[in-house]
């Protein structure tokens, strides 16, 4: 079954620099790959989805991701980090054997410092 | 893009009691809706799929008799939680798609915060 992996369960930055949030898939088939963030005690906010079209993805509030099939990844990057980015991020890939559910990385927690 | 929504927000109940938790399409109709159960500090994890107009399919470990999954309507999708103990306490998300097949749209609802005392 289709599965992705998040390395490092929490991520600190300064606020101006790089995010870097990594997400590996594991998949047979062409993966649909998608980044989402939560913010405490709401819902998740879907950044951005990849679905095998170009593979540089651009989301929302400046996110983005590259879909690297030799590497079977999909990291997610912001070139400035705001304070407002702290939040919960998930990868997620799609279940097919669960009708079309998604299946979700453990997620990171970003935390910006001023 | 599509609304989702979800109530009560949060609700506390006691021990023994059964909770009743709604998730509606707001904008669009709804052929799947799934639910998921979130743990603190923790992922989403997929408790079951609910089709409109037929049985919901629960993931390996769901009790299904204790989490009734209704989906009666291409617009609402209700999860109770029956006979709730604390170790039910949990954030419940559910999310739909209201398009056929695999291209991933799916909108979450914000979630309902359980608490059993």
């Known amino acids: 079954a289709q599965s992705v992996t998040q390395l490092g369960s929490h991520v600190s930055v300064s606020e101006g620099a790089l995010v870097l949030l990594r997400c590996n898939y594991s998949s047979s088939v062409p993966p649909y790959l998608f980044w989402y963030v939560q913010y405490p005690n709401q819902g998740l906010q879907l950044l951005l989805k990849?679905?095998?079209?170009?593979?540089l993805v651009k989301g929302i509030n400046g996110f983005e991701a590259e879909f690297k099939k030799s590497e079977t990844s999909f990291h997610l990057t912001k070139p400035s980090a705001h304070m407002s980015d702290a939040a919960e991020y998930f990868c997620a890939t799609l279940n097919s054997n669960s009708g079309y559910a998604l299946n979700f990385g453990k997620g990171t927690s970003l935390l910006v410092t001023p | 893009g599509a609304v989702v929504s979800q109530h009560p927000s949060r609700v506390i109940c006691k021990s023994g009691t059964s909770v009743k938790i709604e998730c509606r399409s707001l904008d669009f109709q709804a052929t799947t809706m799934f639910w998921y159960r979130q743990f603190p500090k923790q992922s989403l994890m997929l408790m079951a799929t609910?089709?409109?107009?037929?049985?919901?399919?629960?993931e390996q470990g769901v009790e299904k008799d204790k989490f009734l999954i209704n989906h009666a309507s291409l617009t609402l999708s209700t999860l109770t939680v029956t006979s709730a103990h604390p170790e039910d306490s949990s954030f419940y998300i559910c999310s739909a798609s209201g398009l056929a097949g695999n291209t991933g749209e799916l909108f979450f609802g914000e979630g309902s915060r359980l608490t059993v005392l």
């Open positions: 990849y679905t095998s079209a170009a593979t």
């Open positions: 609910s089709n409109e107009g037929s049985k919901a399919t629960y």
